[in-house]
Every structure is written in structure tokens, then in C-alpha cells.
């Protein structure tokens, strides 16, 4: 919106400026030094921070649930190193599969592996009673990560998640959910809530033990009946519990 000329976002960036200038010369004026100027203006009117979103709500929830089962051995495939990752290594040892490098992380309870789970040999003989891979099923073969462009991809990943879990094991998952299948390449595809029910012939070996999602204005609905209820998304998260019965 344009006000004689100018657009309110360039006015409110003027005010902010001026604001600037004015605590600058009151700083002064109160016998602060000033090595250099650095004018941050977008934090005047900023919130204390970000407590809403995807990955807030799916690396938060699924690290307390960690805690509170206290798991043997806990690994997880793929999932944001600087949220999830972090949160569980702060109380307990996790161990990380992922296609890309990591350089060291300098902290004893991160151990990481290199590995493709879209490559059944890559992970053969490593097996868990707890087993996490948060929003990244839906980058599986797009190609994105240096994976092998494949467009059943999801499945081929999924049913290596199955084959890494214990019988009795947990096994935490989530992804994009909305009203339908989509695929926006190369960055990600948007799931059905019930579509990963039709995944794969494995997934009788699963009694789903929670459902739980982010909605698009970012808030967190838990304990959603997943058969029963209108998941009114486009671009969601669903947040999948599972346990392997057999």
C-alpha cells in the first residue's frame, strides 16, 4: 500500500531508522563508546522468538516422548541436526543415518553414521527398539539430497525404516500432509494423512500408536483420531507414532 509515494513498509523501516538514530545519540550522550555502526531495525516490534511451526512442534514433542520412554537405544534417520538432534543428544546418546556428510559434532552422544536407507545394504544389520525420521520420507527420491532420483522413493525408504525396527520397537515419522497427494519437485511431496497406510504390505507389522499434526497456521493438534477426523490441511505436518507388533 503506497502513502504520498512512499509504501508503509518503507515508512515503518524510517520510523525504525529514526528510532535508531535516536538511541544512538542518547548513547552518547550517556558516555557509550561505539566501535561501529550496526543498526539492526527489524527487532523493535519482534516476538520473543518462533514458538509455532513444523519443525518446533514435530522435533519438541517427539524428543519429550524419547524421554519419557527411555528407550535402550534410540537412532534416527535424517532428521534437522540443530532441533531434534540436538534435543534428544542434551538427555541421551542418539545415533544418526544420513546420506550427507557430518563433520564431527564435538558432542559424545551424537554418533553418526553415513548411510542411504533408500539402500537396503547400506543399513543391513542394524536393528532398534527406537527409531525416528522426521520430515524426511517426502524428499526420497527427488534427487534433492544426492539420492537416486526414484519416485516411489517414500517406499522404498519407509519400508527400510520397517526393516530397522525391532518387534515391539517405536518408530516416530512425519511429513507434509494435505488434502491430497502432491509432488513439488525437487523440494519435497505432500501427503494424505492416510495415504501411508497403503505404503506398503509392512505396514501390517504396525499398530499405530498416536497420531498427532501441525496445522497450516503452525499449531499442534495431539491425539487426533486419524480415521475418524477431518484433518483440514494444505500444507501440514503429520506426526506419526508406531509401535511393530510383529
Not at 527427488?142 to 526393516?163: A, M
Request: charged content about 20%.
Amino acid at each position: 500500500m503506497a502513502l504520498f509515494g512512499f509504501d508503509l513498509v518503507s515508512l515503518a523501516n524510517l520510523r525504525h531508522y529514526l528510532r535508531f538514530k535516536r538511541h544512538l545519540r542518547q548513547w552518547k550522550r550517556s558516555g557509550g563508546h561505539i566501535t561501529k555502526k550496526y543498526p539492526i531495525l527489524s527487532d523493535f516490534r519482534g516476538e520473543a522468538g518462533v514458538a509455532r511451526g513444523h519443525y518446533f512442534h514435530q522435533d519438541l514433542l517427539v524428543a519429550t516422548r524419547i524421554a519419557q520412554s527411555s528407550p535402550r537405544r534410540h537412532i534416527d534417520i535424517g532428521s534437522r541436526i540443530d532441533g531434534f538432534v540436538a534435543h534428544v543428544a542434551s538427555f541421551r546418546q542418539i545415533e544418526l543415518l544420513d546420506i550427507r556428510e557430518l563433520n564431527s559434532s564435538d558432542y559424545p552422544n551424537i554418533i553418526y553414521k553415513q548411510a542411504d536407507i533408500t539402500n537396503p545394504r547400506s543399513i543391513a544389520g542394524i536393528q532398534t527398539d527406537s527409531l525416528s525420521c522426521l520430515s524426511v520420507l517426502e524428499h526420497l527420491g527427488l534427487g534433492r539430497y544426492g539420492d537416486i532420483i526414484n519416485p516411489k522413493g517414500h517406499i522404498v525408504g519407509f519400508n527400510s525404516l520397517l526393516q530397522l525396527l525391532e518387534i515391539g520397537g517405536t518408530m516416530y515419522l512425519s511429513f507434509p500432509i494435505g488434502k491430497r497427494n502432491e509432488i513439488h519437485f525437487n523440494a519435497h511431496r505432500v501427503f494424505h494423512p492416510l495415504d501411508i497406510l497403503g505404503w506398503s504390505e509392512g505396514i501390517k507389522s504396525l499398530q499405530l500408536a498416536g497420531f498427532d499434526f501441525v496445522d497450516d497456521k503452525g499449531h499442534l493438534h495431539q491425539n487426533v483420531d486419524l480415521l475418524a477426523s477431518q484433518i483440514d490441511c494444505t500444507f501440514g505436518c503429520g506426526i506419526y507414532t508406531f509401535v511393530k507388533n510383529a
